[in-house]
């Protein structure tokens, strides 16, 4: 095979930048002056090529040069040669491989590397999947100081097959001099540990959190040689916290190797003081809002029945006070207002944490940021959670709500203080935002009280990531509270130095830093595409069951397109557009003596079967889709908007047009 010249030049140069890395050339010098001075005679000075290269193979050094080379097929021949893709079909859910990593000579990296799993045992019984067949997977989530990685998807089994490698900067945030090269004892002190998230998806895209835990990598800086292997035993959640999930073999490799390594025992009283210097302030904070409590009994014995929560639960059964829960989040390029963070984190899935056996109480548990993220899904709590970060971040005075709603069921919402004094309610889970006018029961009969169109009836207490509030009010219904928080007798403080010494950025937390949020992977067109060509074969289907035809009608088909955007729009900023068009348009479709129905429907999720399903519930759909008549023509558009976290808003409209028969 001949190389063209520049082709040529470009592989003697990658071939030469590879021997000065390993510096091959010294160590050639090395091996011709030891060949030398042992196996020649002084009198014969000659040395043959092969001599020398016999003895460079005897060292294992030509050994070691092509070890270090790696052929990599050319990834735009291979692109060249595949067929395109069809344009109804969705984007692959596997990452790309990259083949080229850029790495900052003058900066520390830790390498983990994730070299299988054993002992998964929930998955024992598991039968090996059929080539080609749809099967459960795993996949790892890590954060690192600001960084985010995703493994590819293994299919899960007792011994997963996890073979990946992620690259961290350990100073991604420049300590100091950003020119300097961090060394081990300035990295002793970045107690960040890499948090890592398992998580399985079922056959039908459903997730489910398997295990969280905390990597603490700094053992590596103890490593002779620069590299550790650790077993990691993942722990399960919630209830299963307590129970082995599976083990992890993980490998961590410092890049550049330290000129100087730690000693075990430095690196063991680091972390034996930093345990005792977290477990000692969390041990305050405890007496303290003991104290609190204690006072806020004292102020009424009915405050016992409100609910005040002070700690929470996490997804590892570990109780943190619920204001390290909170913290002012940016989202970058990803979200431009406070109302579309809104619509954001309404779009994330609502699943209440899961309870083995009956009961009907309620699981407690306030997932990390990252777990809730990664799952895609999670609690009111965890909605309200990141709502109220993200609204903090956007400069607003965000806090938490914990109360009850309808039928005295444990809820919790977000509320923001305008600077006016307004008081405006934000539900995380449908997006929807109310304001708040109290009732004053002492006043007149016959003057006129606002009438409230929120669902929440009481409430306990208020937090963010400075503040916590009890409500001390005679009362603890929403619709007569007022939300003076500089008020005492209304609103019980806690101290703000209290909450600091437990809350970053005052102290380093137990709950680990916020992950920033990652732009979606789908491609908005290409599933609206796929999912819209799903339904038109259910469709046909489920009419050919009931012995009609099917005849669409794609012009009417594109005229619902204003329609589902408009209704996207109107739930993320609370402004509706463009139905005067929309409406017109429709018109001009449908001749005179035909009859139009649509019906537009919302979903959080992707899976064609399933909405279809649901759709067939509403008696309005149903009756479109098994629509008989004369001259019948169905249509249907189905509209995806992506959002950050690959989160996403379906709207699905059916529609069809017959000729009128009395």
Known sequence: MSLPPEKASELKQIIHQQLVKMDVHGRIREVLAETIREELAPEHQQLSTEDLIKALRQRGIIDDVMKELKFVTDVNEKERTSAPKPSTRFVDREPPVLKKTNIDPTRRYLYLQVLGGKAFLEHLQEPEPLPGQICSTFTLCLHFRNQRFRSK??????????????????????????????????????????????????????????????????????????????????????TESKVSAGVLNIRLEMYPQLDKTLSPEVINTQFALERQKTAEKERLFLVYAKQWWREYLQIRPTHNTRLVKIFAQDENGVNHPVCSYIRPLRAGRLLDTPRQAARFVSVLGYERAPVIGGGGGKQEQWCTLLAFLCRNKGDCEDHANLLCSLLLGFGLEAFVCVGTKGKGVPHTWVMTLGTDGTVTFWESLTGHRYI???????????????????????????????????????????????????????????????????????????????????????????????????????????????????????????????????????????????????????????????????????????????????????????????????????????????????????????????????
């Not at 001099?177 to 039908?204: E, Q, R």
């Open 153 to 238: 998807p293994v299919a899960c089994a007792c011994e997963p097959d996890f073979h990946d490698g992620f690259l961290l900067e350990v100073h991604k945030d420049s300590l100091g001099d950003g020119s300097k090269m961090v060394d081990a004892t300035t990295m002793l002190s970045i107690c960040d540990p890499v948090h890592m998230v398992l998580i399985k998806t079922d056959t039908f895209g459903e997730t489910t959190l398997v295990a969280s835990y905390f990597l603490e990598w700094r053992s590596v800086l103890a490593a002779e040689n620069g590299i550790t292997n650790v077993a990691v035993e993942l722990l399960g959640v919630g």
């Open 436 to 662: 708040h006018r109290p009732i004053k029961p002492d006043d007149p009969p016959l003057v006129e009280q606002p009438k409230p169109l929120y669902p929440y009836r009481t409430i306990g207490c208020v937090f963010n990531h400075q503040k916590f509030f009890g409500n001390c009010q005679p009362s603890d219904a929403v619709e007569v509270c007022v939300f003076d928080l500089r008020d005492e007798s209304k609103w019980k403080p806690m101290s703000g130095e209290a909450i600091k010494s437990v809350c970053p950025p005052g102290s380093t937390s137990s709950v680990p830093p916020f992950p920033p949020l990652c732009d979606s992977t789908i491609d908005a067109a290409v599933a609206s595409n796929e999912i819209e060509l799903q339904l038109r074969i259910l469709v046909s289907e489920h009419r050919k069951d009931l012995g009609l035809s099917t005849v669409w009608d794609d012009h009417l088909s594109y005229l619902l397109s204003p329609a589902l955007a408009a209704y996207e729009l109107e739930r993320a900023t609370s402004i509706s557009t463009g139905n005067e068009e929309f409406q017109d348009a429709v018109r001009r479709a449908v001749p005179d003596g035909h009859t139009f129905k649509g019906f537009p429907i919302h979903f959080i999720y992707r899976n064609a079967r399933r909405a279809f399903a649901t759709c067939l519930r509403s008696p309005f759909c149903e009756e479109i889709i098994c629509c008989r008549g004369d001259q019948v023509r169905l249509a249907v558009r189905v509209r995806v908007f992506a959002y950050p976290e690959s989160a996403c808003a379906v709207w699905i409209m059916f529609a069809c047009k017959y000729r009128s028969v009395l």
